[in-house]
């Protein structure tokens, strides 16, 4: 396992955000109900990407992936996920409702345990069973199959799943004469994203953006061209970045909108933030000052940015406090960014964070994709040298991390 090794920083400068990870694996996901050639453009080259993309090979699909281009053909022929490819990324567990739609049953291994907390698939097994599927759970393994569908369907979510959300449009797009209402759905731009890609395939999807989603399901999906919007999460990541080390710069080719609410924090923290079409300027050299920040589902502040922006407030004048209200355990950064000065302390599900002046450079280990993004902030921030160990987890979600830090001035090396 690699590491990465920081050193204190000012980041100034541009950054060229790629596309979404978390919108191009449910499309891939989708692509199984997809027979025509299918050509994936701004796919990001991240380990998740790839690990869906050797599920999708699992499948009997046909996969190329080169220079940011997915080209996918092929028909599904295997209707087994094996463990080790499921137990890689959770989004891995959306292939089971297209597999059982071209197939007629499917089998795919129970993602397992999660970082972040307890994240279960019971949403997903609850709307697929509404949806008309038989499934049985045995050894850790989902065996689906394909049952009679109602012409009217209606699920409403417990809570607004975005993994949920997305499995359940994309298997109803493909139930012919079938109509699925989804309520209260999540409202992420990644989902608004996937029911563009479906519906420039063939389907019958309104809705997406919204707490309720109209599927009309079709006989079939055609192939084509699409391209994946851009990543808010990593445009989040390096405008926190950039801010947190007192520098200026622009994040570029992004959809500023979709970070409305990380703008406002920034805002209102001391940090200047000027928006335009495509990018923005951030211009983080006042003193921060502390907030409270509600974390919540879409539009609300973003828990995949948690992380960062407690690093941000970490040195910040004053007591801030992060309520964490989709993953209540995501704190496991927290330990880690004390062991390098921070103050932080945590209460059933909310963290008060007291702005010190300094951090201090410490070897820490990233246990999480966001969480090791923000230690590699709090590294920028730290006086002397900082080691974030289990690189592979940044690896997940950040394309060319080292690079486009190196871009920014920072003082980053990527030991493998």
């Known amino acids: 396992?690699?590491?990465?090794?920081?050193?204190?920083?000012?980041?100034?400068?541009?950054?060229?955000?790629?596309?979404?990870?978390?919108?191009?694996?449910?499309?891939?996901?989708?692509?199984?109900?997809?027979?025509?050639?299918?050509?994936?453009?701004?796919?990001?080259?991240?380990?998740?990407?790839?690990?869906?993309?050797?599920?999708?090979?699992?499948?009997?699909?046909?996969?190329?992936?080169?220079?940011?281009?997915?080209?996918?053909?092929?028909?599904?022929?295997?209707?087994?996920?094996?463990?080790?490819?499921?137990?890689?990324?959770?989004a891995s567990f959306n292939v089971l409702g297209p597999l059982v739609l071209r197939l007629g049953e499917g089998q795919v291994s129970l993602p397992g345990g999660c970082a972040i907390?307890?994240?279960?698939?019971?949403?997903?097994?609850?709307?697929?069973?509404?949806?008309?599927?038989?499934?049985?759970?045995?050894?850790?393994?989902?065996?689906?199959?394909?049952?009679?569908?109602?012409?009217?369907?209606?699920?409403?979510?417990?809570?607004?799943?975005?993994?949920?959300?997305?499995?359940?449009?994309?298997?109803?797009?493909?139930?012919?004469?079938?109509?699925?209402?989804?309520?209260n759905a999540a409202m992420e731009p990644e989902i608004v994203d996937l029911q563009k890609f479906l519906n420039k395939m063939g389907a019958n999807v309104v809705g997406a953006g919204t707490r309720k989603i109209i599927v009309k399901g079709v006989k079939r999906l055609s192939g084509g061209t699409y391209s994946v919007m851009p990543d808010r999460i990593e445009a989040g990541t390096y405008a926190i970045s950039i801010a947190s080390t007192g520098g200026e710069?622009?994040?570029?080719?992004?959809?500023?909108?979709?970070?409305?609410?990380?703008?406002?924090?920034?805002?209102?923290?001391?940090?200047?933030?000027?928006?335009?079409?495509?990018?923005?300027?951030?211009?983080?050299?006042?003193?921060?000052?502390?907030?409270?920040?509600?974390?919540?589902?879409?539009?609300?502040?973003?828990?995949?940015?948690?992380?960062?922006?407690?690093?941000?407030?970490?040195?910040?004048?004053?007591?801030?406090?992060?309520?964490?209200?989709?993953?209540?355990?995501?704190?496991h950064h927290v330990d880690e960014l004390v062991r390098m000065g921070a103050k932080i302390r945590i209460f059933d599900g909310t963290a008060i964070v007291e702005g010190v002046k300094k951090l201090s450079g410490a070897k820490v280990e990233g246990t999480d994709l966001r969480a090791t993004a923000a230690l590699i902030i709090a590294g920028f921030l730290a006086e002397g040298k900082t080691e974030v160990h289990n690189d592979f987890h940044a690896l997940r979600g950040y394309e060319n991390i080292a690079y486009k830090f190196k871009k920014l001035g920072g003082n980053i090396k990527h030991v493998i």
């Not at 850790?140 to 993994?163: D, H, N, Y």
């Not at 502040?301 to 922006?309: A, G, N, R, V």
């Open 117 to 183: 907390g307890v994240r279960p698939v019971d949403y997903h097994i609850m709307g697929l069973k509404k949806l008309g599927f038989s499934i049985e759970i045995e050894h850790g393994e989902v065996f689906a199959k394909r049952g009679k569908s109602e012409g009217e369907i209606f699920i409403t979510l417990p809570f607004p799943s975005v993994g949920a959300t997305e499995h359940l449009m994309t298997t109803a797009a493909l139930l012919d004469g079938v109509e699925v209402v989804i309520e």
């Open 249 to 331: 710069g622009v994040v570029k080719g992004i959809i500023p909108e979709h970070l409305e609410i990380l703008w406002e924090v920034l805002e209102e923290t001391g940090t200047k933030v000027d928006i335009f079409d495509s990018y923005v300027y951030v211009n983080g050299k006042n003193r921060k000052k502390s907030i409270n920040i509600n974390i919540q589902p879409y539009p609300g502040f973003p828990t995949d940015l948690q992380p960062q922006i407690m690093v941000y407030l970490s040195v910040a004048n004053g007591a801030s406090m992060i309520m964490e209200n989709v993953f209540k355990n995501r704190f």
């Open 1 to 90: 396992m690699g590491y990465f090794v920081l050193e204190k920083s000012v980041l100034n400068g541009e950054v060229v955000i790629s596309g979404a990870k978390n919108a191009a694996l449910p499309i891939l996901a989708a692509t199984i109900l997809i027979d025509d050639e299918i050509e994936l453009r701004n796919v990001p080259d991240l380990l998740d990407i790839r690990t869906m993309i050797d599920i999708l090979k699992e499948t009997g699909k046909n996969v190329y992936f080169e220079n940011n281009i997915v080209r996918i053909s092929g028909v599904a022929k295997n209707k087994v996920i094996p463990y080790d490819l499921v137990r890689k990324m959770r």
